[in-house]
């Protein structure tokens, strides 16, 4: 028997499925990564991602097959985290729009084309696209789509040709991309894509699903969220929060609320009451999020423009307080209410912001000038709505975003695209990188001139640095031992040795050159103080020549971040 449509709730069941299934594997996809550092983490990345979609699905009324397209892709567009999960927002942004103007049903055709629409928007995300990754993965299956529509009218089976080809080639990766082969993995960002493909399947198949519940999805995502969250407190006492009302809502419009809306005007507005604003919006709803002293005045806004659809204010103070055992706000010290800015108080021009793993790190960069710091690195990339947030906080009308690492380039330049503010990405990819890029902003330049100047100066900074391997393998030749430890420059594996000191003294060999004149050593959470005056101590009767910079970043994963200039 041909079937021949997907009904909006069955798609519903798919983006759901595809979630699940995604959240069951995301631990073996996480052990694909081709580097034996611990930061595999595109499981984790693709999984948040995904969820993200999920929520806002569940969150949002949809009762035709466009509005369930595009409710998925808003959520993966605003928690998309890292490389991976930025592509994925980016194929299901493409896939959404293909299927925006329909209605009760889906047929073979238009899933077909809304494939190939996901991946042609995907590729146009990324700048230098590499063969033998998750966007190889995704074109080649949605050709398989194609293909099969021409022939068929059965949803069924162009599913099944989709899955089949994502199959297919995702066990032709490792020849497309020799670190695959030499590892001896296949990619893991493709691994991701096809489990999302088969959780489709099975809802259109109505075979046995996986073995594991939407609960579970939710149970992940709400536990990295929650650690997201610990870690991010850290930062602060909660006598520093200004704005103590995280503030959550939904607007259906009425006609004459959507005649005069206007999203930048009611965005200004808003502004006035709080920070952390976003203002998300289509025909039909608006989706409110604010940190302020007076929800209430924020709801008798936004009611002028329809009926209120779905509230959740949450105390952040008391929250605070609880995640980080501080005592919360006692009778004996009242909480300020008047500290809302005036509407006359003038914005800072400038701002920037910067990602980082530690506070001893953020210590750092605030000391040089950072404005914003949001906690992030590898194993936590932060999603496109934190790195929202983190720049709309500082209330600057121009911000500077330094991501410092790779995998978080994407989505910020993503969080760029959405934000009030003008951005320009500052593209550094390790900490040693932001600083000196920090350290060349000068604030009577223009946001251009400065993005310029910074990026040229992360340029001329040697980035090292030294973790531990999670397995054995070989890279390059090298071979790699379980526990071992491994030193990298510029994110290639160049020593390996059981004693760390080894690995420094072979590292710093090969980085400093004659004409190098500072060495700045971050120190990670596993080295003690008197380790670190050992050091110093060493490595300036090692080296003359230089000046020797030490620092206690406190950072995870890696015992040493090292510069030399």
Known sequence: MVKDKIQVQELKDMFKMGADNLAAHAAAINALNVFPVPDGDTGTNMSLTIASGVRELKASPSSTIGEAGLQFAKGLLMGARGNSGVILSQLFRGFSQVLKNERDS????????????????AYKAVMKPVEGTILTVAREAAKAGLLAAKKTKDVLVVMKAVVNEARATLQRTPEMLPLLKEVGVVDSGGQGLLVIYQGFLSVLSAEAPPSVTQEKTEKLDDLVKAEHHKSAHSFMKTEDIVFGFCTEFMVRFSPEGASRYDESALRQTLSNYGDSLLVVSDEELLKVHIHSEKPGEVLNIAQTFGEMIKIKIDNMREQHAEITNEPGPSSETPVNFSTKPSKDEPKPEFAVVT??????????????????????????NPSTEDLIKAIEETGASQVLVLPNNGNIVMAAKQAAEVAAAKVEIVETKSIPQGLSALMAFTPGRSLADNAK?????????KSGQITSSVRDTTVDGLAIQKGHYIGLIEGTIVSTSQNRLTV????LEKMVGPDDEILTMICGESVTPEEEAHLKEQLEKDYEDLTIDMHHGGQPIYDFLLSVE
């Open 106 to 121: 889906l047929n073979a055709n238009t899933l077909a084309e809304a494939f190939q629409a996901g991946v042609e928007t």
């Open 453 to 461: 100047a910074m990026t040229d100066a992360m340029k001329h900074v």
């Open 504 to 507: 420094l003294s072979q590292l």
């Open 355 to 380: 990602v980082v793993p530690a506070v001893g790190i953020a210590q750092l960069f605030k000391s040089l000038g950072a404005t914003g710091v949001i906690e992030g690195g590898q194993s936590m």
